[in-house]
């Protein structure tokens, strides 16, 4: 019960790509930038960092997965969301009009980015984007097992922040990146692994690079790391107010 | 897969609810059977007029062990709560701590601290002291507050997807439960004025400046309040009303223009029935998204009118609290309750004249009723939808 079979992984980190400590800790998986090359130009333009790192993720799990991205269910998490678009709209504040860009605006949503790839897909599903803090991927696993309980199929999970602009940056800083998974109620020819029922507990951190284990997603990536070296692994998703999540996970031969 | 009821949905054992008609869900109540609006002046310095639901003063500062979070957002969310402690103590006890699941939504959480600290810093080169951005301005800052309120220790989040935040969070307390990944749930939704979404709506000329009339021909924008509302979820119990069905959509169309089809509307309306196993027919009252501006209603309408029919009463309720937004979705589902409960439909304030576009059975005046079910809407940006479906006891 409420276990999901991984079939596909993205990892997006702007600035990263082919960097050597991040082709060892994710073996296999290239790092792609935000170029967010899935959504439409004019999408595109207006769409935030964070939703085209979205979007790169999103494409990359899917056609790993061969997953029809106009139907599949998407479940986004993020600690921070949009926030950067949020503080920007705090400075227009003080501009002239005293107004932000309706852009601005529409784009400080925390489910922008599922938004923009709703829309650029044509996906007329289910949609969601939650926030847990740094029990964000423990949540998001949670919403999605859930959801592949109760309809079946396959899921897309994408998890990702970006470091809160100032004045309000974060004392531990952590690089911006993007992780997602697509997750299947049933095992299939291109399943990469199994992953256990999140439950409490704890574990040892993955080594990450660069920071990445400060990031608000840490567990989502501890749990790509995992799925890439293509060994057992118990991984902590993160941690809430309570303790640590945890899952197992194991290679499929 | 899971077992999700076909019939008879899981019971809603308690609600509470608090805004601009009342601090609680009585006063709520007989604002709404009155036909009184809460809606009033807004008291955010703005550089435009509009009119705002305000939450009734006064809030009490948070207690000293939760200092560290203390905001509007969370002073609300405290008094709400606080009204059903004895529903969320009782549950917490049955089902123990880690069974018990807190999923909320809000738009902007603390943003309103937020603001005021980049105001500070602009002026003065610092934040304000005490001002911490995990406590009081991400959402797992609430999440903190609800942890230590409720002494829940189950899976807690925040759904966050603007207008309709908390209506989903009844979706996903319907997953949780049948997946057997909690007995209950705590599932509701709480948002404040700020300047972000006020600014923000004015920005797409979608605010009016007198209280808003959804549905009417003279419709000229929305109004925004603030509140929330919490419905506790159960496995099984003696239910005030029941969740049967929560149908989740998207437009897949536009950031901000709903489909011009209201597509994504009748697909969440139409899983809604079908998770819950009942004709449209059955319908007899719709809390409608009715936010008052001239794309929303006319497209909602003629969904409801594709998918429910036009014998079933359709009231906004928006024009008594404003735009809830992150909360409506919660507010809305509490008030879809009320009718139920109280076998009351309240009027949609301001409507008549009808928009002769709007060919449904909108409620002019309050009408007492047996609502044998109830279904409320909520849309949101980026064509995110969600249809809660609620049915009496039976």
Same mark, same amino acid.
């Given at each position: 019960?409420?276990?999901? $079979? ?21 073996? &296999? ?29 999103? @494409? ?20 921070? #969301? ?20 309706p852009?601005?605006f529409h !784009?400080?949503v925390? !489910?922008?980015?599922?938004a ?6 044509? !996906?007329? @599903? $289910?949609? %969601? ?6 029990? %964000? ?7 999605? *097992? ?21 004045? $309000? ?31 409490? &507990? ?40 309570? #303790?640590?999540?945890? *899952? ?6 | ?36 609006? +809460? ?5 955010? =310095?703005?550089?435009?007029?509009t ?49 018990? /699941?807190?999923?909320? +939504?809000?738009s902007? +959480? ?21 001002? =911490? ?28 997807t603007a207008c309709s935040s908390?209506g ?11 997946? +057997? ?16 979404t006020?600014?923000g709506f004015e920005s797409l000329q979608a605010l009016s400046?007198?209280p808003c009339r959804p549905f009417s021909a003279d419709r000229d924008g929305l109004n925004i309040g ?23 959509s998207s437009d897949a169309a536009h950031m901000t223009h709903p489909h011009p089809e209201g597509l994504g509307a009748r697909l969440a309306m139409?899983? /809604? ?13 719709v809390n409608a998204h009715g936010t008052g501006t001239v794309a929303n209603d006319v497209v909602e309408a003629s969904a409801i009118a594709a998918v429910v ?5 359709v009231t906004s309720t928006k024009c008594y609290t404003g735009h809830l937004l992150g909360?409506a979705g919660?507010t809305e ?15 949609t304030l301001g409507a008549?004249?009808l928009d002769p576009r709007i060919d449904i059975?909108v ?12 279904l409320s809407n909520s849309f949101a940006f980026g064509g995110n939808n969600v249809s ?7």
């Open positions: 019960m409420s276990r999901a $079979f991984v079939a596909g992984l993205g990892l997006c980190a702007p600035g990263h790509r082919g960097t050597a400590t991040w082709s060892a800790a994710f073996p &296999g998986l290239e790092v792609s930038e935000a170029t967010g090359e899935l959504l439409p130009p004019a999408l595109r333009r207006r769409a935030s960092s964070l939703s085209r790192m979205a979007a790169a993720v999103a @494409g990359q799990a899917a056609h790993q997965a061969s997953v029809d991205l106009s139907r599949v269910p998407l479940i986004l998490g993020s600690a921070y #969301g949009e926030i950067a678009a949020a503080v920007e709209m705090m400075r227009e504040f003080g501009g002239p009009t005293a107004l932000p860009s852009t601005r !784009n400080s925390h !489910n922008a980015a599922a923009y790839l709703s829309i650029a897909t044509g !996906n007329r @599903g $289910f949609t %969601t984007a939650l926030a847990a803090g740094t029990a %964000t991927p423990a949540m998001a696993v949670l919403e999605a *097992v859930a959801l592949l309980e109760a309809i079946g199929g396959d899921a897309l999970l994408v998890l990702l922040d970006e470091p809160p602009p100032g004045p $309000f940056e974060s004392a531990q800083p952590y690089p911006s990146a993007a992780a997602a998974f697509c997750l299947s109620y049933r095992p299939g020819p291109l399943t990469l692994a199994v992953m256990s029922e999140a439950r409490r &507990g704890s574990a040892p951190p993955a080594d990450l690079p660069d920071g990445l284990e400060r990031h608000p997603c840490a567990g989502a990536f501890a749990l790509l790391a995992a799925v890439t070296s293509r060994r057992s692994a118990t991984v902590s998703l993160g941690a809430d107010g309570v #303790g640590a999540w945890l *899952v197992d996970v194991s290679p499929v031969p | 897969m899971s077992a999700l009821p076909r019939s008879g949905g899981y019971p809603v054992t308690g609600f509470s609810a608090g805004n601009a008609m009342g601090a609680n869900v009585e006063a709520v109540a007989i604002a709404l059977e009155e036909g009184r609006t +809460g809606l009033g002046p807004c008291p955010l =310095d703005l550089p435009f007029d009119v705002c639901g305000v939450f009734p003063e006064p809030l009490e500062a948070m207690p000293r062990s939760l200092a560290e979070f203390d905001t509007r957002l969370a002073r609300m969310t405290v008094a709400i709560l606080d009204a059903m402690a004895g529903e969320v103590g009782r549950a917490v006890r049955r089902w123990g701590r880690d069974r018990v /699941a807190l999923v909320i +939504g809000t902007t +959480g603390g943003i309103l601290e937020t603001e005021r600290a980049y105001q500070t810093h602009s002026v003065s080169g610092r934040l304000p002291e005490g001002f =911490d951005l995990d406590r009081q301005h991400a959402f797992h800052g609430i999440l903190e507050v609800l942890r230590a309120r409720t002494g829940a220790t189950g899976p807690s989040y925040v759904v966050s908390s989903k969070v009844l979706g996903s307390a319907r997953r949780l439960i049948a997946a +057997g990944l909690a007995d209950a749930v705590l599932a509701g939704g709480v948002d404040t004025l700020c300047q972000t006020l600014r400046r007198r603030e509140g929330g509302a919490f419905l506790l979820i159960e496995r099984e119990g003696e239910g005030r009303v029941f969740l049967l069905g929560v149908g989740e139409e899983a /809604a029935l079908r998770q819950a196993g009942i004709d449209a027919d059955a319908i007899d009252h029919g036009r014998s079933a009463l909360a919660a589902a509490v008030l879809a309750a009320l009718a139920i409960e109280r076998s009351f439909v309240p009027a008549d004249p059975a409620c002019l005046k309050g009408k007492r009723m047996r609502v044998r079910t109830a809660v479906l609620l049915g009496a006891r039976s």
